[in-house]
């Protein structure tokens, strides 16, 4: 019994070392293939790892790049607000300069003045209209402008004027225009009442320190600078025609002021033509007497050529009968004569 013990616990050792050699080898081979397996994750990774950081280099150059575009874009588009912003304080204090400009009663004048003279220059010639003209000699009134009309006579020396005074109501012009914005029909006509009394004030004005005949016209011209203006002034029934009629004085705009001064440039060269008549019937007279002289001196020198082609004609027809006598002559020699004289020249 005690040997089949000792066998059993024999086999029993031999199995373990069996077992124990197969765990071994069996751990020995995972542990192999564990490395393995390692070592290939590891070379992964590292793989990996350089991959991903080429690929963050890449993108980081990128990203970089991109900034700097940006940044250089940021910076152009803020070079360009800061040169908008320059220019629009600039406009801002141009508009405040000529809101200044229009404020000022004065300036104000001398814009409408500027306007008025810019047009005058343009159409008339210098000597035809005159600035600062003190129309009447009894009093101290100067009107801005004057055109330069003929005297009686047409006395250059005592000429006629035509008064032009420019008026520009623009607070009143300004409220219009905020109330037709507003669509405020009592504010509109409240501003337009105002710039019917202040226009027909304004034309009594001109009225009575311009229109002193016979020094000037028994008419004057109220100037507006601005169109818009002028039309609401039209649109004003009846305003324009009791002006007229009232203190005869006209209203224009700019491109009525300008059809106007068209129309007198016309009549200005018209006087100019019928003044210089005279001097062209006289230059007409001249020219006949001069022409006569001319045909008398033609009909001479056509006389003297036929004579001269009579005395040409008689010449070459006595030339003629000559030269050709001379050829008969010539034509009839006898030939034994003509031979004789050539044997003995042998």
Not at 234 to 261: C, H, K, M, S, W
């Amino acid at each position: 019994m005690n040997s089949g013990l000792v066998a059993v616990a024999f086999i029993l050792g031999a199995l373990l070392v069996v077992i124990g050699v197969l765990i071994y080898k069996r751990f020995k081979q995972n542990t192999i293939q564990f490395d393995n397996r390692l070592s290939i994750i590891e070379k992964n990774q590292e793989r990996s790892e350089k991959l991903l950081l080429d690929q963050l280099a890449v993108n980081r150059s990128e990203i970089s790049s991109r900034l700097t575009e940006s940044f250089k874009l940021v910076n152009d588009q803020l070079q360009q607000v800061y040169k908008g912003l320059g220019e629009m304080q600039d406009l801002a204090r141009g508009v405040g300069d000529l809101k200044k400009l229009l404020s000022n009663v004065k300036t104000r004048g001398g814009w409408g003045e500027i306007q008025l003279e810019a047009l005058l220059e343009q159409i008339l010639a210098p000597e035809q209209y005159r600035k600062n003209v003190k129309v009447n000699p009894e009093s101290g009134e100067v009107v801005e402008f004057a055109i330069k009309l003929p005297g009686h006579g047409n006395d250059e020396q005592k000429p006629v004027w035509l008064p032009i005074d420019a008026k520009f109501p623009r607070e009143d012009y300004e409220r219009l225009l905020e109330s037709s914005e507003k669509g405020d029909v009592d504010g509109i006509n409240a501003a337009a009442a105002e710039i019917e009394k202040r226009i027909k004030e304004e034309a009594k004005s001109i009225s009575k320190k311009y229109i002193c005949p016979p020094f000037t016209t028994d008419f004057a011209i109220m100037f507006i600078p601005i169109e818009g203006l002028y039309s609401e002034m039209l649109r004003r029934a009846g305003l324009v025609d009791f002006i007229q009629r009232e203190y005869r004085v006209n209203i224009a705009g700019p491109t009525t002021f300008a059809a106007l001064l068209n129309s007198l440039q016309m009549g200005f060269r018209t006087l100019a033509i019928e003044k210089r008549s005279s001097e062209v019937w006289e230059l007409l007279s001249v020219i006949k007497f001069e022409f006569e002289k001319f045909e008398e001196v033609i009909d001479k020198v056509h006389g003297k050529v036929q004579e001269v082609n009579k005395i040409i004609e008689d010449d070459i027809a006595r030339r003629t009968r000559i030269i050709n006598r001379k050829l008969n002559n010539v034509q009839s020699l006898p030939l034994h004569a003509s031979e004789s004289q050539n044997e003995g020249k042998i």
